[in-house]
T-cell receptor
Framework: NAGVTQTPKFQVLKTGQSMTLQCAQD?????MSWYRQDPGMGLRLIHY?????ITDQGEVPNGYNVSRSTTEDFPLRLLSAAPSQTSVYFC????WGSGDNSPLHFGNGTRLTVT | QKEVEQDPGPLSVPEGAIVSLNCTYS??????FMWYRQYSRKGPELLMY????GNKEDGRFTAQVDKSSKYISLFIRDSQPSDSATYLC????????????FGQGTELSVKP
């Protein structure tokens, strides 16, 4: 059982380039989300989705796009990379509902550097 | 001011010590409180979960929530070197699904 799989593990971009961070889960979870983790800032929610065809913004959505065409996949697109987007990006999924019956399962992250 | 505040540490303790990790928050709508553990270069994993106020114990770990003070704690008894990790508190209003608000994380090192 793979859980949440993120690719690539590492990426270096130049300012202005675009790219897509991939996320796939095999647990049939309705809820998927993207977080970024920066030193001293903890994890901040970028975008989330409660099912195929439904997405919404989190705390820090600017500069990122998402789509959810299938239950399994939730790619994150950087439209025009900026140095401020240098971070570690985590994808997470859960069943849709609060509490310990639906904990967030995280991937192992994509480490992105924008020069 | 962030909705959730957590002392980032780092915190270094000898093996066998009792560790206390804490978070404060400002949003009285938070009902679900969690602690995640994150090893280096890995994603966070759920360690403890509590709903509303009260205590929950799981082995060497105890989570406490005091909603009147807007304060949550995680205690680790008989700490082990394998407990060395970053600990993140997280919380959510009722019925907000997985849309968690995280603290900054506390880096813990347990020395043999």
């Amino acid at each position: 059982n793979a859980g949440v799989t993120q690719t690539p593990k590492f990426q270096v971009l130049k300012t202005g380039q675009s790219m897509t961070l991939q996320c796939a889960q095999d647990m049939n979870h309705e809820y998927m989300s993207w977080y970024r983790q920066d030193p001293g800032m903890g994890l901040r929610l970028i975008h989330y989705s409660v099912g195929a065809g439904i997405t919404d913004q989190g705390e820090v959505p600017n500069g990122y796009n998402v789509s959810r065409s299938t239950t399994e996949d939730f790619p994150l697109r950087l439209l025009s990379a900026a140095p401020s987007q240098t971070s570690v990006y985590f994808c997470a999924s859960s069943r849709w509902g609060s509490g310990d019956n639906s904990p967030l399962h995280f991937g192992n992250g994509t480490r992105l550097t924008v020069t | 001011q962030k909705e959730v505040e957590q002392d980032p540490g780092p915190l270094s303790v000898p093996e066998g010590a009792i560790v206390s990790l804490n978070c404060t928050y400002s949003n009285s709508a938070f009902q679900y409180f969690m602690w995640y553990r994150q090893y280096s270069r890995k994603g966070p994993e759920l360690l403890m979960y509590t709903y509303s106020s009260g205590n929950k114990e799981d082995g060497r770990f105890t989570a406490q929530v005091d909603k009147s003070s807007k304060y949550i704690s995680l205690f680790i008894r008989d700490s082990q070197p394998s407990d060395s990790a970053t600990y993140l508190c997280a919380m959510s209003p009722y019925n907000q699904g997985g849309k968690l608000i995280f603290g900054q994380g506390t880096e813990l090192s347990v020395k043999p």
